[in-house]
């Protein structure tokens, strides 16, 4: 009856198979529309390379425009059910990063596992199965930022916030939902495009790391001396938005008492940054410095030159800080669409008992965020200070319990299907006649993969084990977005710097800045 | 029966462990690699993560293209906004 009936019946392998072929023709179907950045005709010089990586970070950081028909300051107005996690992957309240860059960082993990985990059965030998690849990541991270986009608007997180829209009385604002609808996805769609310019080899690093340690960059330097003023919610009062300034702003009173609620204010005010938040960040980048410099030094000699000896060293954090990420991508999306799942439930008025298994928020008075206060999605979330850590204590226990379960999977994982594992590497000392001093050729993978897999696992280990000391006081995802940024700034700088040593001098930057 | 004598003879226990490496190693030289890097086409390494390898059949934009057309972008929001000024002030 069927043409393909005699394929579906078969061993699991032929039937993985033709899931396969009907995937990747669905992604083949959309080929011609989708636009593609073309590979560099000749070798980019390392002065091209500087301006695209300056040029795409400006126009990244530009997407911190407010959305079109929002009211001024929506951002402190919007009610956030994404307060604790939004930092990470730059998503910013109100703007046109609304998404950030969750839906390239979801797709590119989802493609990626899939198919290192075998899920998939494509062949990335074949140029043709990886162009489908990565069409396959390009077409689905556009695709979930259409479905992350639908949600929120569905879910009524603009309703407060839309230009001259009254919730009880007007009927649906379908014009402005359009409005922003094709800002946040059209800016969704030119992030990936330009993740596509950095991945392409025009600039340095990868897109999606480059654009976190920016945007996490300018975040910290705002959060610490932003000088803009914003009235806060249900009070008459106006603060700074930097925690720093607003400290210093505070000693211009000399009443003692006011001045010390003051202080304490600064340590503990939840709707702008807080100097807690600070700490934990500065904290974060010492620790994440201090780690990045241990590692093992395997000596390897050459088998072609006498004497040539050297060390390969191999990083404790041999995986960075890519587990942390993706974690909280994992934490992320299981929190936005339990978030979708919720008021899409509330909507067709199911019974809130039943609702409240899978979350519960509630919106104190003193901040704009959806907290969490029940159910499924509590148990993942963190908490916005050690109290409320304390006295929660078995939400901590799961919170850490998973996290770190996640994480440390990942890397044991990662370090395998990320192509630098013990057998890529050790083809790798092959290829450039490497061996290990004192080892036979054979063995060499042996020894590789008794010290990579390890150094992967608690290099994770100990990243996840930091960031989540910082929420557990209370950083709210700041500390986390600290370890990816610092982490992927020292991987970028190391590119930087191989480049800049291969270049020879011949920089026009170099002659420029070098007499500084 | 013994156990012993369901064990074949020392030749054939040579035959089968032979008959392994060989399936192991036909294995392992069929096995598709588990990531574009392994593959030999960049992309994701241990710490950084790269989507995008190859240059699919599509629409190829030169990379300026793509910069331009996101300020374009950026610059008719920024319009949006200025026009809503501008017309708020005077209604």
New interface residues.
Partial sequence: MFPFCSMTIGTSRQFGFFILVRLLDLVKFF?????????PYERISFDERVV?TV??GI?FL??Q????GLVANAQFKIIDPLYNFRTIFAMEKGT?LELGLLP??T???IW?LA??L?FL?????L?KD??????G??LT?FFLSVVYTAGLIYSGYFDNVI?GYDVLSDSLPLGWYAFIFV?IV??SF?TT?????F??G?AF?????CFLTLQTATNVIKDLVGLEIFPLINSNKSETYGALSNLLKSFTSFDLTVLKQNIINAFTRSQLPNLTQFYISILSILVVIFLQNFRIEIPIRSTKVRAANNVYPIRL??????PV?FTYTVIINIQIFGYFLVSILTKYNVSPSLVALIGKYNVPSFANNYQLTTGVLFYISNSSSIIASLLSPIKSVVYVAFSIVLSTWFSQK????????PK?TSKLFKDQGISIAGKRDISITKELSRVIPVA?VSGAFSLIALALAGEILGGLGKGVSIIVGV??AF?ILEEFLLEYQQTGGNSQFSSAFGGL | MSSSSAQAPGGLRSVAKRKATADKKAQSSSATPLSTRSAGAGGSSSTMMKLFTDEAQGLRVDPLVVLFLAVGFIFSVIILHVFAKITGKFT
């Fill in positions: 080929l011609p529309i989708l636009p593609e950045v073309e590979f695209f040029a795409s126009i530009f997407g425009l407010p959305i079109y046109l390239a960082i797709a590119g993990f990626q198919v290192g075998k059965n494509v062949n990335l030998n140029a990886r162009e489908l690849f990565q069409t990541q390009k991270s230009n800002q059209g800016w030119f495009l330009l993740i596509e310019v991945d392409k025009y690093g990868s897109g999606i790391l954090l041999y995986t960075g800080a890519l990420l990662w370090c395998y299907i990320s192509g630098s594992g890529d992967a982490s992927s991987g």
